[in-house]
């Protein structure tokens, strides 16, 4: 009865949460990893790292806050706080990147569709 007691606790979850999110983080990279390997696109391979890192760290930021429930000194305060501005200041730039990218990756694609259709066109 004891192991189903200790599944309960919200400390457990709180460790579930945590590790989905470095699961979700290394599997994106691992993905990428695959994607460098077979694509030799690079902006693809940062977009989709740069995408599982911020759903991992969505995920560790709510393992966090769930931590928070148990904070009872200022030192504790404190380290929390310097937790969650890294980790927002990491989002904050990734999301930047991720933004960029996509924009550079949507260039890219407008000018090679527009060459394709002056192909076209040239050869007609």
Not at 14 to 28: D, K, M, N, R
Not at 36 to 52: D, K, Y
Not at 113 to 123: D, I, N, P, Q
Request: with cysteine; hydrophobic share 50%; proline share 2%.
């Amino acid at each position: 009865m004891r192991g189903r007691a200790d599944v309960l606790r919200p400390a457990a979850w709180i460790a579930l949460i945590e590790f989905t999110g470095t699961l979700v983080i290394v599997g994106h990279c691992a993905a990428g990893l695959v994607e460098a390997l077979r694509s030799r696109n690079p902006a693809a391979v940062r977009l989709l790292v740069i995408e599982g890192s911020l759903w991992g760290l969505s995920l560790k930021t709510a393992a966090s806050l769930l931590k928070t429930i148990e904070v009872h000194s200022w030192e504790q305060i404190a380290a929390f706080t310097a937790i969650l501005a890294l980790r927002t200041l990491v989002k904050r730039v990734m999301t930047w990147e991720k933004a960029h990218l996509r924009l550079q990756r949507s260039r890219i694609t407008g000018y090679a569709a527009g060459l394709s259709e002056r192909r076209t066109f040239l050869r007609h």
